[in-house]
């Protein structure tokens, strides 16, 4: 493997770092505006403001995210990159001239496309760029992504659109006169577009590894071979990962709200709360996971991602089970912060037991399969199942806390149980890597 200087190794790093916190920012900042759009857009139901932070996104993300890790395993990695930052920039900013469900609806369509680009290229990126035993810190370190970015949602967005909605109607050049949520929308979008340009301040670095010399890459059918010769290991990770992914997005998506409607926080006390503790201790699961695999693997623990995210969901699965039915919002806040340390483990390390079994020119596209399987289901679903459930289970806003509750207990027992069946199919896969294609 090509060697590069420490310098280099973490400016990459950081840049993809700050690329996917952007990403999600733009993605998440819905989610502490549900109230203000769902007034201003004519009474939305939550069925309906699911339907736009979920559906919309995931379904044009899930279907452009292959054909975008095709070229993306065949092509420059870093200009992938840097288009979908500028692609996804520029619709969440126009995002905020939306007046109607259907401009909002489409405007996050368009965000979708954009961000597919980001998850293949930059986990291929990365495998090129460092040693294999401490890969897993670099994907922890990238994978902090979600909770910096839902941390600064929430500490900036909650009082910024709580000072908005004390103004008048605000007036920005070329946008016009726009609500507080339009406003939040074009300031978060544009600073991107900046980001697209830095990107070219990094190399695309030399491909290694298995097949790293196939630069036709590989075919549909060949990549469909693949996934059903592992089969059995990649239902097991898809699985659990769904479960994990689904309730993750949930707690995310809904927790501002939560406390808004259970507790009677404002969006400025809950966004400061909780976007603090999000962005330090998602931050520090994150890395202490990545950094404590790539222990395990130099000992030669070949399924040290799945055995440590096993351990990670045990953990949290009571946790997250008890904590919406706390009357004490303090207790609750406290009981957060060992949850967002548990659900920041298992992104980097899923990345990492991708990697370890796919050969180089396969990359970016397991990484789309994954996305297809895992992130689109939970995307669409996770905002979703909690709107149906308050609106059509229970039958009420307030009932968030008992749909939260139920919906933790059966996705971390699910998850558990697959984390468990997959750790001997994982070594068995790692074995194989270098077996496809010869």
Not at 313 to 326: C, D, S
Request: proline residues 4%; neutral net charge; hydrophobic residues 50%.
């Amino acid at each position: 493997m090509k060697r590069y200087s420490e310098g280099t190794l973490w400016y990459v790093v950081f840049l993809l770092t700050l690329a996917s916190t952007l990403s999600f920012i733009d993605r998440q900042i819905l989610n502490v505006m549900i109230g203000p759009i769902k007034r201003d857009l004519g009474g939305l139901s939550d069925t309906e403001i699911s339907l736009i932070i979920g559906l919309a996104f995931s379904t044009v993300y899930s279907l452009t995210t292959l054909p975008l890790a095709r070229i993306a395993d065949r092509f420059n990695r870093r200009n992938v990159i840097a288009a979908g930052i500028f692609s996804w920039s520029l619709m969440t900013a126009l995002a905020g001239m939306a007046n109607s469900f259907w401009q909002l609806f489409v405007a996050r369509m368009g965000v979708g496309v954009g961000e597919a680009s980001l998850g293949p290229a930059t986990t291929s990126m990365l495998a090129d760029y460092y040693e294999e035993h401490r890969l897993p810190l670099a994907y922890g370190i990238v994978a902090t992504a979600p909770f910096i970015g839902t941390g600064l949602a929430s500490i900036v967005g909650g009082p910024l659109i709580d000072y908005l909605e004390a103004q008048p109607l605000f007036v920005l050049p070329v946008f016009g006169e726009m609500f507080s949520w339009q406003t939040v929308l074009v300031v978060v979008g544009l600073p991107g577009i900046l980001l697209a340009l830095v990107m070219f301040t990094i190399r695309e670095p030399a491909r290694t590894g298995a097949s790293a010399d196939k630069t036709e890459g590989y075919s549909y059918s060949e990549l469909w071979a693949f996934c059903m010769e592992r089969r059995k290991y990649l239902s097991y990770h898809f699985v659990a990962y769904l479960c994990l992914s689904i309730q993750g997005f949930a707690f995310l998506t809904w927790i501002v709200e939560f406390f808004v409607r259970i507790h009677g926080w404002s969006r400025t006390d809950i966004g400061l709360t909780y976007g603090s503790i999000a962005f330090l201790f998602g931050i520090l699961g994150s890395v202490w996971a990545g950094f404590y695999a790539g222990r395990m693997l130099a000992r030669g623990r070949v399924d040290a991602p799945m055995r440590l995210t096993m351990w990670g969901t045990i953990a949290l699965g009571p946790l997250a089970v008890w904590m919406p039915l706390i009357e004490n919002d303090w207790l609750a806040i406290t009981i957060i912060i060992p949850i967002t340390f548990f659900m920041a483990m298992p992104p980097g390390l899923s990345n990492a037991a991708l990697q370890a079994i796919s050969p180089n020119r396969l990359r970016g596209q397991m990484i789309a399969v994954y996305l297809i399987c895992v992130s689109f289901l939970s995307y669409l679903f996770a905002p979703l199942i909690i709107g149906l459930m308050n609106d059509y289970v229970f039958g009420r806003e307030d009932a968030i806390d008992l749909s939260l509750s139920s919906l933790a207990f059966v996705n971390y027992l699910i998850a558990a149980i697959c984390l468990w069946l997959s750790l001997k199919p994982l070594e068995e896969a790692v074995s194989r890597v270098t077996e496809f294609g010869d």
